[in-house]
Every structure is written in structure tokens, then in C-alpha cells.
């Protein structure tokens, strides 16, 4: 099975600042990655897929990068909502595994 | 608009089987895929498998292989999970989601929580 290795596990930030969450594949997934937001008690929310193109009605501070085994999602100017859970998912093969998640706090 | 409006929660013992059910509607049924997600508490999200929802076949996790069917009955545009010989490692909130096409997962049920305890 493809592993999927987030980072950081959790991290804090402020409205208005950047952030990134890094996702690592332990074998090359070519571009065949999805990033999703889950608040609690909540689905999952489907934001880019594959790798960097968007899901209807995320907004456009999301963006996504990557390729291989290293992948990105940029945050650009925080907003209070968006205070969630992040995963990376693999979709190149079955099984189509998920990072551990990223916890986003807002300060 | 696109719904997947998944059964009720459920609480089974050691041994026994459950059945969750997902009932699509806003879209052609058999046009997507439908695969089962789950997320024990406080755990990474799982995936246990797809089902083409046109022709029936399916595709499992290693992980679930023997104990997990997916099914579908079109004619009611709703796909089935079932899973077998529940242990207390089985408990989760058991989600279904529909395939956009690229195995990504564009729209997703509300969640099933399934307690397995003796």
C-alpha cells in the first residue's frame, strides 16, 4: 500500500496569514492526489483534486501544488472558517489511502 | 442538488454483521462510482472499498477482503455496504461518497456511526 505522510500534524495560525501543509506519498502517485477539509462531526469537503485543480465552490485562496511524491496546499489569507482538519488522499491506486491529517487551529 | 443520505446508527455485538445503506438522488445513479470511507474516533480516514454502480463490479481493501460487500441496487439508486465478524476495532462513523470521476470524492454521506460492543 502507498503510505501518505502529512506534515505538520497540527499547527496554528492567524486570519490573514499564509500557511502550507506538506504531503508526502512513499512511491511517486504522478499528479493523482485530492486535499479535503473535515470539520468536526462533519464529511470530509473535497477542495483540489488532482493535485491542483479545484472542486466546485472552494474558494480561491486554496491551491494546490505537486507532482511525484511531494505535494502542497497553500492557504492564502486565513479566514476563521477554515479552521479544520486537512487530508491528502492518493487516487492513483487502490488502496486509495489518506494522510493522518493536519489539525488547523486559528489563533 | 446532489445528496447521498446514508441509514441510521447502529449498535452491534462482537461477531454480528451490519449493513449501512446510501441513497443517492440529484444525479443519474449509475453514472458514479460510490466508494465507503471510514474514520474511527480521533483517526485517519480508511478506505474500504468502490463499486461500479453501473455494472456492479467492486473493489476492496485488502484489509477488508473477506468480511466487506458493497452492493447496489439501481432501481433504488442506493449502494450498500455490509461488514462481517465486527470487532470492537470495527467501530467508526462509516461514510459513502461518490466518485467524480478520478477517484476523487466530490460528494459525500452524512455518516453512519457503527458501535460494536459486547
Same mark, same amino acid.
Given at each position: 500500500?502507498?503510505?501518505?505522510?502529512?506534515?505538520?500534524?497540527?499547527?496554528?495560525?492567524?486570519?490573514?496569514?499564509?500557511?502550507?501543509?506538506?504531503?508526502?506519498?512513499?512511491?511517486?502517485?504522478?499528479?493523482?492526489?485530492?486535499?479535503?477539509?473535515?470539520?468536526?462531526?462533519?464529511?470530509?469537503?473535497?477542495?483540489?483534486?488532482?493535485?491542483?485543480?479545484?472542486?466546485?465552490?472552494?474558494?480561491?485562496?486554496?491551491?494546490?501544488?505537486?507532482?511525484?511524491?511531494?505535494?502542497?496546499?497553500?492557504?492564502?489569507?486565513?479566514?476563521?472558517?477554515?479552521?479544520?482538519?486537512?487530508?491528502?488522499?492518493?487516487?492513483?491506486?487502490?488502496?486509495?489511502?489518506?494522510?493522518?491529517?493536519?489539525?488547523?487551529?486559528?489563533? | 442538488?446532489?445528496?447521498?443520505?446514508?441509514?441510521?446508527?447502529?449498535?452491534?455485538?462482537?461477531?454480528?454483521?451490519?449493513?449501512?445503506?446510501?441513497?443517492?438522488?440529484?444525479?443519474?445513479?449509475?453514472?458514479?462510482?460510490?466508494?465507503?470511507?471510514?474514520?474511527?474516533?480521533?483517526?485517519?480516514?480508511?478506505?474500504?472499498?468502490?463499486?461500479?454502480? #453501473?455494472? /456492479?463490479? $467492486?473493489?476492496?481493501?485488502?484489509?477488508? =477482503? +473477506?468480511?466487506?460487500?458493497?452492493?447496489?441496487?439501481?432501481?433504488?439508486?442506493?449502494?450498500?455496504?455490509?461488514?462481517?465478524?465486527?470487532?470492537?476495532?470495527?467501530?467508526?462513523?462509516?461514510?459513502?461518497?461518490? #466518485?467524480? /470521476?478520478? $477517484?476523487?470524492?466530490?460528494?459525500?454521506? =452524512? +455518516?453512519?456511526?457503527?458501535?460494536?460492543?459486547?
Amino acid at each position: 500500500d502507498i503510505q501518505m505522510t502529512q506534515s505538520p500534524s497540527s499547527l496554528s495560525a492567524s486570519v490573514g496569514d499564509r500557511v502550507t501543509i506538506i504531503c508526502r506519498a512513499s512511491q511517486s502517485i504522478s499528479s493523482y492526489l485530492n486535499w479535503y477539509q473535515q470539520k468536526p462531526g462533519k464529511p470530509p469537503k473535497l477542495l483540489i483534486y488532482p493535485a491542483s485543480s479545484f472542486h466546485s465552490g472552494v474558494p480561491s485562496r486554496f491551491s494546490g501544488s505537486g507532482s511525484g511524491t511531494d505535494f502542497t496546499l497553500t492557504i492564502n489569507s486565513l479566514q476563521p472558517e477554515d479552521s479544520a482538519t486537512y487530508y491528502c488522499q492518493q487516487s492513483y491506486t487502490a488502496p486509495y489511502t489518506f494522510g493522518q491529517g493536519t489539525k488547523l487551529e486559528i489563533k | 442538488q446532489v445528496q447521498l443520505v446514508q441509514s441510521g446508527a447502529e449498535v452491534k455485538k462482537p461477531g454480528a454483521s451490519v449493513k449501512v445503506s446510501c441513497e443517492a438522488s440529484g444525479y443519474t445513479f449509475s453514472s458514479y462510482a460510490i466508494h465507503w470511507v471510514r474514520q474511527a474516533p480521533g483517526q485517519r480516514l480508511e478506505w474500504m472499498g468502490w463499486i461500479n454502480t #453501473d455494472n /456492479g463490479n $467492486t473493489k476492496y481493501s485488502q484489509r477488508f =477482503q +473477506g468480511r466487506v460487500t458493497i452492493t447496489r441496487d439501481t432501481s433504488a439508486s442506493t449502494a450498500y455496504l455490509e461488514l462481517s465478524s465486527l470487532r470492537s476495532e470495527d467501530t467508526a462513523v462509516y461514510y459513502c461518497a461518490r #466518485d467524480e /470521476g478520478l $477517484t476523487a470524492l466530490d460528494f459525500w454521506g =452524512q +455518516g453512519t456511526l457503527v458501535t460494536v460492543s459486547s
